[in-house]
């Protein structure tokens, strides 16, 4: 990022000690424009501009949902989050947060008073304090009492998986922990609207495949709001409803998760699901577990040879995919499979053996990437999935665009996880 909202422990700390720890939408603030008792405003809704930057956005994140932002560098990530936070002026439009108006061309609400949060890569704790202090100091400079602060900074860290280290330091604690602890800090003054600006980025695979899970539990389902600034899959898998692409300062793409990633418009958001996605419904568990994809309608007919895995147990035009789930993954719940392009071998006719995964796809492009040619052909559903073959293997098979291929994965290179 290359700019930086504004300092966490100084953030979210906005509301009056006398107020009301819910303000309600819209609280103080004139009726004009503003939301009505049947409609809870938008956590946040950005329709402005930064003319200096070039920057020029319409976002918004509906309350209790979690927005995943995308974009390459300079695309304009850290722009949104500074005019969120309040450490960037417009230089026109609006900004308001849970139905108020903190920036427009008559209004400023500064950073410490807009009740928003920011969780950044680095943790960012105050070095002098321990873990029960640094959560606790937020409350505290909103007026509520030692022993309440700590109490509730107690059971922030016990939420958080952190409790047993409620008497560290930072100095003392890895980056995994810390990140927990500044997870904590960001849900203590109870904000409107949490900033999570590339949370897992300087943390080691492991740490992060916890926290994401952490965040997971933390922010979906339990009507927190959020916006998280991502390059990772994953993280957009995990914890987001809803992606906005940025491209160049402007929007490039915006809608709910799944369907960014798998039928992605913009470059960025193809390139990201560079590696393939199905999203769909588990089934079976172990070794049988596999995306079910139910959009095929049926009658429309799937090609001889294709999804031999699913035709005994599921109608002949559903498209199954098996792979090895995600412990997290529910029988019936919402699921999405990944896999990478250089594992999809192609055939021209379904292949002999017993291959688990066989899709009847549609050639309809062919490009250049590095030493391998990239096959993209879509399924039934028209969704398209991606092959990495050899130069030698497109001219041996004389792939065309139109040519109607099978793809075979094998179950042990897909990836289920939940969505
Ligand atoms: N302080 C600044 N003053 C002027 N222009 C800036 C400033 N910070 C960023 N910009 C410009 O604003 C545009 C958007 O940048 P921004 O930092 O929001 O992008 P980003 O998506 O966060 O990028 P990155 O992933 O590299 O952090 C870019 O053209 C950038 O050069």
Not at 130 to 156: I, K, Q
Not at 178 to 190: F, K
Not at 222 to 239: K, N
Not at 374 to 398: E, F, H, K, N, Y
Request: with cysteine; glycine share 10%.
């Amino acid at each position: 990022m290359t700019t930086h909202p504004p300092d966490p422990a100084a953030s979210g700390h906005g509301q009056p000690p006398s107020g009301p720890p819910h303000p309600p939408p819209g609280h103080g603030q004139p009726p004009s424009g503003q939301a009505t008792p049947s409609q809870t405003p938008p956590a946040l809704a950005v329709h402005a501009a930064s003319p200096e930057r070039d920057v020029h956005l319409d976002v918004e994140v509906p309350a209790g949902q979690v927005l995943a932002v995308l974009g390459a560098n300079g695309a304009g990530k850290s722009t949104l989050l500074a005019l969120a936070a309040g450490t960037l002026r417009p230089g026109s439009g609006r900004v308001r947060i849970a139905g108020r108006t903190v920036a427009d061309d008559h209004t400023w609400v500064p950073a410490h008073a807009r009740r928003v949060s920011l969780l950044a890569q680095e943790a960012l704790l105050f070095p002098h304090l321990d873990a029960v202090a640094n959560v606790a100091f937020g409350p505290r400079a909103t007026g509520t009492g030692r022993r309440a602060a700590e109490r509730l900074a107690h059971d922030l860290l016990d939420r958080v998986g952190a409790g047993e280290l409620a008497r560290r330091r930072p100095a003392r604690l890895s980056g995994g922990q810390a990140q927990r602890v500044a997870l904590a800090r960001a849900l203590a003054t109870d904000p409107e609207l949490i900033l999570l600006d590339e949370p897992l980025s300087a943390l080691d695979v492991d740490s992060a495949a916890a926290m994401r899970q952490l965040l997971r539990e933390v922010l979906r389902g339990t009507g927190r709001s959020a916006v998280l600034v991502t390059h990772d899959l994953l993280d957009v898998l995990a914890v987001a409803d809803a992606v906005v692409v940025l491209e160049e300062g402007r929007v490039a793409e915006h809608g709910p998760a799944l369907e960014v990633l798998t039928r992605p418009r913009s470059r960025f958001a193809a390139a990201l699901a560079g590696t393939n996605l199905v999203a769909g419904t588990l089934t079976g568990t172990g070794p049988d577990a596999a995306v079910l994809t139910g959009h095929v309608p049926r009658g429309r007919g799937v090609p001889p040879g294709a999804d031999r895995a699913g035709t005994d147990r599921h109608p002949s035009t559903a498209l199954v995919l098996h792979g090895l789930a995600d412990p997290a993954c529910r029988p019936g719940s919402a699921v999405a499979a990944t896999f990478s392009p250089r594992s999809v071998a192609v055939h021209r006719h379904a292949p002999g053996g017993s291959p688990r995964n066989t899709l009847a796809v549609t050639v309809t492009t062919l490009e250049q990437q590095g030493e391998l040619v990239r096959v993209r052909a879509a399924t039934p559903t028209g969704q398209v999935l991606a092959a990495d073959i050899t130069p030698a293997s497109v001219a041996s098979l004389a792939l065309a665009p139109g040519q109607p291929v099978v793809y075979a994965v094998k179950a042990a290179e897909v990836q289920i996880y939940p969505a």
